[in-house]
């Protein structure tokens, strides 16, 4: 084997630019811009405007467009195309590195809900053949008995899968105000008068409950209410101790316990109701990977979940759900505090005017690739997939758009879990990512480039074995049992796929969700050199590396395996 061996002296390439392919660029600030002064007036800062994105999109025809594939029938076509596509790339542009090789494996991740639609054994094992990466328990829905049974049955896939593994995300119900019961629907017509009272138990033509005691109070007349996400709108005109009188203004078919917003306003309820501490003990009890905590307001409520894990030995990650107007001031430091964000951008465009959300996307994408956090773009990505075959051309627009920006993966809500066709969903969201993977120009950094070795010596290795993967087009091979430098080698976005080897299957499973990462549990040998030919020797078995091809191969992290503290390397090795 031809190996090259970098050790700490190649710190001395930040100093000396005739290293040739290192690209410098001037530091930036670590502190993204916000939207706060633009979405909240009384929010007003001096904070700069909106920055371009970090990832370009090669806008060359490098291959004739084809309609979305959305069966299986069509997996030979889509992969000769991207092949050819790469092919053009390797000819035509030495951005991806000059000897690049095609690859066809999606980096971007699917998380899939979990429901009535999809909640057997036989529709589990055939998500995860069809893409998905991390299932999603929705805790609004449900109860304990049926998400233990997914969890279950997840937990049993993974422990019988060779070269996979599916994450596991519990999705927090949060402070939601919702109408109460009605004995059937009632039809709203613009200009009538409608109540919402916080008496229990009212449901009438005319009138229904509020199950938040403090609904009076939170709004104002001249407010705005959205039902179920802004499909109806009323107007308040006045109101009494107990009731809120409004006028239609968007009417339609209101249906029991249907979500309500206040434009421009949150509830004043706490992000973790009662119910979402009895659901998070159930997380712990299960070994979730993730929790996905709503409507979260300030980064307070992340240090109290924090803490709790803390004092339970539970190792599981904190998403937080941006969806709340309260929270839009509170951005950075929200997400500082957490493990990562998903743009919950139902609610968000719910409570905010809807112009902001995709100007909101672009700034939480932002944060989080500047932190080296996951983010997740979710909420009707391929909603009309619920009734119907085929997305529309806006959804997959919406789907690539999400994918140029660089979130680490895209989420289906209602699509898998009661929708008529969720593996077409799951196949759609495949291939749309697949094909616009392979349209973005690799090696893309991150925007603060400049001040990425403050931290730690990892970080520094993480930057330069990017650089060198995407100098030499190769894949890279990282091993780790925290999961921390092959999170780090994702945020910088190599080229090529990053080949996480692992000894814990915790690690295994929570790498599911980072873009870039094809997470492999192997157990590990005292003999680092024995380690790294069983990799190398199973990832050509498998077709993931062919011989003769050279990968980028890392020692680095946090958690020493078989170096001392003081002792960091990058080799190049030949299969």
């Known amino acids: 084997m031809s190996q090259v061996v970098a050790t700490r002296s190649i710190h001395s390439s930040l100093t000396h630019p005739t290293s040739g392919y290192v690209h410098h660029r001037p530091p930036t600030s670590l502190k993204p811009p916000t939207f706060a002064s633009k979405v909240l007036p009384q929010q007003r800062n001096n904070r700069s405007k909106v920055r371009s994105p970090s990832c370009r999109v090669n806008a060359r025809k490098s291959a004739p467009a084809e309609v979305v594939p959305v069966s299986a029938a069509d997996d030979l076509k889509i992969e000769e195309e991207l092949q050819y596509l790469r092919g053009m790339q390797q000819l035509g542009d030495t951005a991806v590195g000059m000897w690049s090789k095609p690859t066809v494996r999606r980096k971007t991740k699917i998380v899939c809900t979990i429901g009535p639609s999809t909640n057997t054994r ?27 049974k997914v969890i279950d049955l997840v937990k049993e896939y993974n422990a019988q899968s060779k070269d996979n593994a599916i994450a596991i995300m519990l999705d927090t119900k949060g402070p939601e105000v919702r109408s109460g019961d009605l004995p059937q629907p009632i039809v709203l017509t613009p200009g009538q008068e409608f109540t919402f009272t916080i008496q229990r138990g009212v449901g009438t033509a005319d009138c229904v409950s509020v199950n938040y005691d403090d609904f009076v109070n939170d709004v104002e007349v001249g407010d705005m209410l959205l039902v179920d996400g802004g499909m109806m709108s009323l107007v308040v005109k006045s109101k009494t101790e107990d009731s809120v009188k409004c006028e239609v203004v968007d009417g339609g078919e209101l249906k029991s316990r249907r979500h309500l917003n206040v434009r421009g306003k949150s509830a004043t309820l706490p992000s973790i109701t009662e119910k979402d501490w009895d659901d998070i003990k159930f997380g712990v009890d299960n070994k979730v990977d993730f929790y996905a905590v709503s409507f979260v307001k300030d980064a307070q409520v992340v240090h109290e979940l924090k803490n709790y894990l803390k004092s339970c030995d539970a190792d599981i990650h904190v998403i937080v759900k941006i969806e709340s107007a309260d929270s839009i001031p509170n951005l950075h430091s929200i997400i500082t505090a957490s493990d990562g964000a998903m743009v919950a951008r139902g609610d968000l465009g719910a409570e905010l005017p809807i112009e902001e959300v995709p100007l909101l996307q672009e700034e939480i994408i932002s944060i989080c690739r500047s932190m080296g956090k996951a983010v997740i773009v979710a909420t009707n990505m391929l909603e009309s997939m619920i009734v119907h075959p085929t997305p529309t051309r806006a959804e997959v627009s919406d789907i ?118 094809c997470p492999i549990y192997m157990k590990f040998s005292e003999d680092a050199e024995e380690t790294f030919r069983r990799a190398l020797d199973l990832l050509q078995k498998q077709g993931m590396v062919k011989a003769g091809e050279e990968v980028a191969l890392v020692q680095s992290g946090k958690q020493p395996i078989w170096r001392s503290q003081s002792t960091h390397n990058i080799q190049v090795r030949t299969v």
């Open 400 to 517: 690539a758009i999400a994918v140029r920006e660089g979130s680490d993966a895209i989420m289906l809500s209602g699509e898998t879990a009661h929708g008529k066709f969720p593996l077409k969903a799951v196949k759609v969201m495949h291939t749309v990512a697949l094909r616009t993977e392979a349209t973005i120009t690799g090696g893309q950094l991150p925007p603060n480039i400049g001040n990425v070795f403050k931290n730690h010596t990892s970080e520094m290795f993480a930057y330069h074995a990017t650089i060198m993967s995407n100098t030499l087009g190769t894949s890279t091979v990282v091993f780790t049992r925290s999961g921390f430098m092959a999170i780090l080698l994702s945020h910088y976005r190599p080229s090529g796929t990053i080949f996480a080897f692992t000894d814990q299957k915790r690690t295994q499973q929570r790498l599911a969700l980072y873009q870039g990462i």
């Open 122 to 148: 036989e529709m589990i094992w055939k998500l995860a053949e069809a893409g998905m990466n991390v299932a999603r328990m929705n805790m609004s829905h449900g109860d304990h008995a049926s998400h233990q």
